[in-house]
């Protein structure tokens, strides 16, 4: 590869895909907050193009779309590595698990410089184990192994990726979007999540139909599709819970949907850093939250909102019930979300700080793994 010289570093970010999802959405905020005079983008899918692909051209970075099928595609290191090659690319900077496996041998091949991975979900439990020992292996290949909590973290390493090289980095959101109005006097419960089975809506239709029985005037709003919706159709159907219920599909303007909200709800059986709630607690909303994943890292327990255990109805059903009833309390947990997404969740710092992983520069300040939580403590992320 021919030597950088004064020309801005040139980023490759290798992705599965640029469908709608929390993953794909930070790649258009690093394609927006760039420091253009020291960085150029481009932005390789292994997959189709996707729905954002657009807007990550909007911002001026070309998007390549290599439209590989899914399965084992040993000549896709090949192809990748050409691109890296004809890119002169400085870093590559994939996102989960089979961009690392596929990438990290291409940029070897051709000499990259720095080699930075992020992991957007924990356990790799949805791998082979055969595919789980590619991981850790490749692993070993990558400068830094950012994981986006200390619970993901601490599952790479018990994986087998090296403890040396793994920092943890939260999400950010960009707060701008989001004004902090506060919990909706009235308002709808709201959830924002792709219809899939580890986001567990089956479990928060359950606890609706326990809310309902007394809180007569809850209703709730769900936004987002998958593959699962047609069975939550017929569950909240089979609850009886009719128009209580609104099933809204992908929606463009979330701020708008959280701002007419009373609470949000993340009912899931597993999370990395989830955008959804980081955004909800931007928008001074309580939350109510699974504990599980990242998420004891995001909500303090009793102050920004309540978490409970996953897949246990009646305990969602309760937390939601003391927000419902107490509205004063409500509008104090919301506003103290909002301060910890200021000071905790936002976009800028985020990118910023992945700029200077880029450069080698402000490495050590970003923590490694930690022991397990307390039942009640907030793990501060860095960001």
Not at 251 to 268: E, G, I
Request: charged share 25%; net charge positive.
């Amino acid at each position: 590869m021919a030597k950088r010289g004064r020309r801005p570093w040139r980023v490759a970010h290798v992705t599965l895909g640029l469908d709608v999802g929390g993953q794909e959405k930070l790649l258009v905020e690093f394609a927006r907050r760039a420091d253009r005079a020291r960085f150029e983008l481009h932005v390789i899918v292994m997959g189709g193009r996707g729905k954002l692909a657009a807007a990550i051209e909007a911002c001026g970075w070309p998007v390549t779309a290599l439209n590989e099928p899914p399965g084992l595609r040993p000549r896709l290191v090949w192809r990748l590595a050409d691109h890296f090659r004809r890119l002169d690319c400085d870093v590559v900077h994939t996102h989960d698990d089979k961009p690392l496996m596929y990438s990290v041998p291409a940029a070897r091949l051709v000499g990259v410089r720095r080699i930075i991975h992020t992991q957007h979900h924990g356990k790799l439990d949805i791998l082979s184990r055969r595919q789980e020992r590619v991981v850790a292996w490749t692993a070993h290949g990558v400068d830094r192994f950012v994981c986006v909590s200390h619970d993901s973290a601490r599952q790479m390493i018990a994986q087998g990726v090296p403890a040396r090289r793994v920092r943890v980095l939260c999400n950010g959101i960009d707060l701008a979007r989001f004004r902090g109005h506060g919990p909706k006097p009235g308002g709808p419960i709201v959830t924002v999540a792709r219809l899939s089975p580890e986001k567990d809506i089956a479990n928060l239709l359950r606890a609706m139909a326990l809310v309902s029985r007394d809180d007569t005037d809850a209703r709730l709003e769900i936004a987002g599709d998958g593959p699962v919706r047609e069975d939550l159709l017929s569950l909240a159907a089979e609850l009886g819970l009719g128009p209580r219920v609104k099933f809204l599909g992908e929606t463009n303007d979330v701020p708008a949907l959280l701002a007419r909200a009373s609470l949000f709800v993340l009912p899931s059986q597993a999370e990395g850093i989830s955008l959804t709630l980081l955004e909800a607690m931007a928008s001074g909303l309580p939350v109510v939250a699974t504990r599980v994943g990242g998420n004891p890292e995001v909500v303090n327990d009793g102050r920004t909102g309540w978490l409970v255990p996953p897949r246990d109805p009646e305990a969602l059903a309760d937390a939601i019930g003391r927000l419902r009833g107490d509205p004063a309390g409500a509008a104090s947990m919301g506003s103290a979300g909002r301060s910890r997404a200021e000071a905790c969740f936002d976009v800028r710092h985020m990118v910023a700080r992945y700029e200077a992983l880029y450069e080698r520069r402000a490495d050590a300040d970003l923590p490694q793994a930690t022991q397990p939580l307390h039942r009640r403590e907030v793990q501060p992320c860095a960001s």
